[in-house]
């Protein structure tokens, strides 16, 4: 069971002396960060602000040892087999989109994605559709939202790659990876998740999973924003082209040629975001002495207290699966008819509560099912019942006058 | 349309506050993107309504529900009002630059520029109350006054400035100086005339009539000037009245003759008979072209009136 109090204790902004002490409910879209990152990163600039990997110096070197082992830290936090298998990227969009433009995609290849992608795993491939011709499908969900297997078991013969949301940042579900690579490999199709949403709730074994290509952010799971991970199989990255090219990515180069570098420092082109890189090696650090089952149970009560009493107020749907238990730490809801911006604005003024509207990237989804708008707690390892509870008090305030 | 009342609202508030000049921002956004045919995708007016509303809520839950049923003719009913209010501060302004006073010429009431109401300060006609006088202010006006018999100074202007002051009336010395000035510079016509509003200076009025009378307009200009610019307390002390006709050479025994017989106090009371005709109320009183201008103004206020700056 968490401590939430001994976790909070770690967060400066949830320790505040001057002013109100948020109750953040929008760790989907970006979660608080630990002291410990903040300082990791701050020692870096304060200490060793160096390039790592190329300067033979004494900071130099204790930048790149620090790289190495936030490298090592992501490895073992995923499972993967190699070190080696993990590049750094800004982000999970980046990351997608370096898959999308190394596989060697080529005209009439078939992608399919469910049909609750966020932008950053549809518009990569929608743009190679128009640029390459390659073509999308769209695996439709239940109602519910759950994943569709007799739908992706239909679509999946003659696909090139599955690229899949794991954890949906719209209602939470997670969807069923292992039964779904197990499909697509029986296929011989790849499959790259979008664990976006998922690393910072659950845990991920790659190996178990026997996922080919994962794609995270380091902003969602308590590290520094402009990082993320890109994860491939050995052999897979071995196969892919970098599109990004430049320096750090070579062996040596003469005017008329090069000699490319190993991976991961063949896709990770140019001077990298060391500062982040260590912050986020720290955020997993951070993140490994918890047990993901507290975490998922503590998200659970949270959710369901929630959702309970949302479903006791007229006019409100929750987005997704009615169990909490099938939507992580995330409730998505909306009022037919109404702006929910507004919702937001007002229990921010009201009560310092920081809850996202919007079409939360997911702007297909949206549109397919003509809805305007909606809002979304979402919930993580250092929020309260009390503020579960303060959330709902001043929502129900709201909904009262308008 | 709140679009457009939020941008004129936080348009004039923006010029006195940065956080409010963003909004107005955000308003130009959103009327830009509705006069180019695109919706205003900025959420600008929930983002107001939901921080008004906020406020509301914490204090009573009926008052921000009527406010948010009725948001719309709210916010007409407070822009009219900013509208209405903002054109009287404009108006108060204007009136104070112009006369001296927000509510207008010889207005009393409070004003916010002078919160003391110093521009309007007089000595009362007839019981001698030093301060702010509130009267018919529109009575008071030189139809049917004869000024003939005053001192007076004239010129090619077609400007004239009558100043009718009392040498013991702390505002009439106030503003002495700045009639002085404004004379001087606009080489106006001038007419003076004592009115012995405070404390017993009937005999200053008379020993003026004097001189005038015996060394002619020169000779009283600058025993005039003397009266208001030279310490008070000196020259409202009787028994200095020779010393100080002495030190303009002036033949001391002659002036006192003449101010001390009948002719003088039959004329200086035809002048305060005249002066009464103008229902003045307090000094000083300036006339200038005519208009009144009562308590001591600040300068630009009777530069302005000569300079016609104002319209209305």
Request: net charge neutral; proline share 3%; aromatic share 12%.
């Given at each position: 069971?968490?401590?939430?109090?001994?976790?909070?204790?770690?967060?400066?902004?949830?320790?505040k002396?001057?002013?109100?002490i948020?109750?953040?409910?929008?760790?989907?879209?970006?979660?608080?960060k630990?002291?410990?990152v903040?300082?990791?990163?701050?020692?870096?600039?304060?200490?060793?602000?160096?390039?790592?990997?190329?300067?033979?110096?004494?900071?130099g070197?204790?930048?790149?040892?620090k790289?190495?082992e936030?490298?090592?830290?992501?490895?073992?936090?995923?499972?993967?087999?190699?070190?080696?298998?993990?590049?750094?990227?800004?982000?999970?969009?980046?990351?997608?989109n370096?898959?999308?433009?190394?596989?060697?995609?080529?005209?009439?290849?078939?992608?399919?994605?469910?049909?609750?992608?966020?932008?950053?795993n549809?518009?990569?491939?929608?743009?190679?559709?128009?640029?390459?011709?390659?073509?999308?499908?769209?695996?439709?969900?239940?109602t519910?939202?759950?994943?569709?297997l007799?739908?992706?078991?239909k679509?999946?013969n003659?696909?090139?790659?599955?690229?899949?949301?794991?954890?949906?940042n719209?209602?939470?579900v997670?969807?069923?990876?292992?039964?779904?690579?197990?499909?697509?490999?029986?296929?011989?199709?790849?499959?790259?998740l979008?664990?976006?949403?998922?690393?910072p709730h659950?845990?991920?074994?790659?190996?178990?999973?026997?996922v080919?290509?994962?794609?995270?952010?380091?902003?969602k799971m308590l590290?520094p924003?402009?990082?993320?991970?890109?994860?491939g199989?050995?052999?897979?990255?071995?196969?892919?082209?970098?599109?990004?090219?430049?320096?750090?990515t070579?062996?040596?180069?003469?005017?008329?040629?090069?000699?490319?570098?190993?991976?991961?420092?063949?896709?990770?082109a140019?001077?990298?975001n060391?500062?982040?890189?260590?912050?986020l090696?720290?955020?997993?650090?951070?993140?490994?002495?918890?047990?993901?089952?507290?975490?998922?149970?503590?998200?659970?009560?949270?959710?369901?207290?929630?959702?309970?009493?949302?479903?006791?107020?007229?006019?409100?749907k929750?987005i997704?699966?009615?169990?909490p238990?099938?939507?992580?730490g995330?409730?998505?809801?909306?009022?037919?008819?109404?702006?929910?911006?507004k919702?937001?604005?007002?229990l921010?003024?009201?009560a310092?509560?920081?809850?996202?509207?919007?079409?939360?990237?997911?702007?297909?989804?949206?549109?397919?099912?003509?809805?305007?708008?909606?809002?979304r707690?979402?919930?993580?390892?250092?929020?309260?019942?009390?503020e579960?509870?303060?959330?709902?008090?001043?929502?129900?305030k709201?909904?009262?006058?308008? | 349309m709140?679009c457009?009342?939020?941008l004129?609202?936080?348009?004039?508030?923006?010029?006195?506050?940065?956080?409010?000049?963003?909004?107005?921002?955000?308003?130009?956004?959103?009327?830009?993107?509705?006069?180019?045919?695109?919706?205003?995708?900025?959420?600008?007016?929930?983002?107001?309504?939901?921080?008004?509303?906020?406020?509301?809520?914490?204090?009573?839950?009926?008052?921000a529900?009527?406010?948010?049923?009725?948001?719309?003719?709210?916010?007409?009913?407070?822009?009219?009002?900013?509208v209405?209010?903002t054109?009287?501060?404009?108006?108060g302004?204007?009136?104070?630059?112009?006369?001296?006073?927000?509510?207008?010429?010889?207005?009393?009431g409070?004003?916010?520029?002078?919160?003391?109401?110093?521009?309007?300060?007089?000595?009362?006609?007839?019981?001698?109350?030093?301060?702010?006088?509130?009267?018919?202010v529109?009575?008071?006006?030189?139809?049917?006054?004869?000024?003939?018999?005053?001192p007076?100074?004239?010129?090619e202007?077609?400007?004239?400035?009558?100043?009718?002051?009392c040498?013991?009336?702390?505002?009439?010395r106030?503003?002495?100086?700045?009639?002085?000035?404004?004379?001087?510079?606009?080489?106006?016509?001038?007419?003076?005339?004592?009115?012995?509003?405070?404390?017993?200076?009937?005999?200053?009025?008379?020993?003026?009539?004097?001189?005038?009378?015996?060394?002619?307009d020169?000779?009283?200009?600058?025993?005039?000037?003397?009266?208001?610019?030279a310490?008070?307390?000196y020259?409202?002390?009787?028994?200095?009245?020779?010393?100080i006709?002495?030190?303009?050479?002036?033949?001391v025994?002659?002036?006192?003759?003449?101010?001390n017989?009948?002719?003088?106090?039959t004329?200086?009371e035809?002048?305060?008979?005249?002066?009464?005709?103008?229902?003045?109320y307090?000094?000083?009183?300036?006339?200038?072209?005519?208009?009144?201008?009562?308590?001591?103004?600040?300068?630009?206020?009777?530069?302005?009136a000569?300079?016609?700056?104002i319209?209305?």
């Amino acid at each position: 069971m968490l401590n939430v109090n001994k976790i909070r204790a770690d967060f400066k902004i949830l320790n505040k002396k001057d002013g109100a002490i948020p109750v953040y409910l929008d760790s989907a879209c970006m979660s608080l960060k630990p002291n410990s990152v903040v300082e990791a990163m701050n020692d870096y600039y304060f200490n060793f602000p160096a390039c790592a990997g190329r300067s033979a110096h004494r900071l130099g070197d204790k930048a790149t040892k620090k790289v190495k082992e936030a490298r090592e830290f992501v490895a073992k936090f995923i499972n993967a087999k190699s070190e080696d298998e993990i590049i750094f990227t800004r982000n999970t969009t980046e990351g997608i989109n370096l898959l999308a433009n190394s596989l060697g995609f080529v005209k009439g290849d078939v992608v399919l994605i469910s049909d609750k992608e966020h932008n950053s795993n549809l518009v990569p491939w929608l743009l190679l559709r128009d640029k390459v011709g390659i073509v999308v499908k769209i695996i439709p969900s239940n109602t519910d939202g759950t994943f569709n297997l007799d739908n992706f078991s239909k679509l999946i013969n003659g696909a090139k790659l599955v690229s899949i949301v794991h954890t949906s940042n719209l209602d939470g579900v997670t969807n069923p990876a292992k039964e779904i690579i197990k499909i697509a490999h029986k296929n011989g199709v790849l499959v790259c998740l979008d664990a976006a949403q998922s690393i910072p709730h659950r845990k991920i074994d790659v190996q178990d999973l026997d996922v080919d290509f994962l794609a995270f952010s380091g902003h969602k799971m308590l590290g520094p924003t402009g990082t993320g991970v890109f994860y491939g199989k050995s052999e897979l990255l071995e196969k892919l082209s970098p599109f990004l090219v430049g320096g750090d990515t070579v062996e040596f180069s003469t005017y008329d040629s090069y000699k490319m570098l190993e991976v991961p420092e063949k896709f990770e082109a140019g001077l990298q975001n060391y500062a982040g890189i260590i912050g986020l090696g720290e955020a997993v650090k951070y993140l490994s002495q918890f047990d993901f089952n507290d975490i998922r149970e503590h998200e659970l009560k949270l959710n369901t207290y929630i959702t309970e009493e949302l479903k006791k107020i007229l006019n409100i749907k929750i987005i997704g699966p009615e169990n909490p238990a099938d939507r992580s730490g995330i409730v998505n809801f909306y009022m037919e008819g109404t702006d929910m911006h507004k919702f937001v604005i007002m229990l921010d003024e009201m009560a310092d509560i920081e809850i996202r509207s919007g079409q939360h990237c997911v702007h297909s989804w949206f549109a397919d099912k003509k809805i305007y708008n909606s809002a979304r707690v979402s919930l993580y390892l250092y929020n309260t019942i009390e503020e579960a509870e303060a959330f709902i008090t001043n929502l129900k305030k709201i909904i009262e006058i308008l | 349309m709140p679009c457009l009342i939020a941008l004129i609202v936080f348009g004039i508030m923006g010029i006195f506050s940065a956080s409010h000049r963003a909004l107005a921002k955000e308003a130009f956004d959103c009327i830009f993107r509705r006069v180019t045919f695109r919706p205003c995708n900025t959420g600008f007016q929930d983002k107001i309504k939901g921080k008004i509303l906020s406020k509301i809520i914490n204090r009573s839950t009926f008052l921000a529900k009527m406010g948010n049923k009725h948001y719309e003719v709210l916010s007409w009913i407070f822009f009219i009002l900013m509208v209405g209010s903002t054109l009287w501060v404009l108006r108060g302004g204007y009136n104070f630059y112009v006369y001296g006073s927000c509510n207008g010429l010889n207005e009393s009431g409070f004003c916010a520029f002078d919160p003391k109401g110093e521009n309007n300060k007089t000595t009362a006609v007839g019981d001698s109350t030093c301060g702010i006088t509130q009267n018919e202010v529109k009575s008071v006006a030189l139809n049917g006054v004869d000024l003939s018999d005053f001192p007076m100074r004239k010129t090619e202007s077609e400007n004239t400035v009558i100043f009718i002051g009392c040498y013991d009336c702390d505002y009439s010395r106030k503003a002495y100086p700045d009639i002085q000035r404004l004379v001087e510079k606009k080489q106006a016509n001038y007419i003076f005339a004592h009115y012995p509003a405070k404390g017993d200076t009937t005999y200053l009025g008379e020993a003026g009539y004097a001189v005038r009378e015996i060394y002619g307009d020169d000779a009283f200009w600058k025993l005039n000037d003397y009266l208001f610019t030279a310490d008070e307390n000196y020259i409202l002390d009787k028994a200095n009245l020779n010393t100080i006709l002495a030190s303009f050479n002036l033949d001391v025994k002659k002036v006192n003759d003449l101010a001390n017989s009948a002719e003088a106090q039959t004329a200086v009371e035809n002048q305060i008979k005249e002066l009464n005709k103008t229902n003045l109320y307090g000094t000083p009183t300036i006339f200038i072209n005519g208009k009144p201008f009562v308590g001591p103004k600040p300068y630009r206020v009777y530069n302005s009136a000569i300079n016609r700056f104002i319209f209305f």
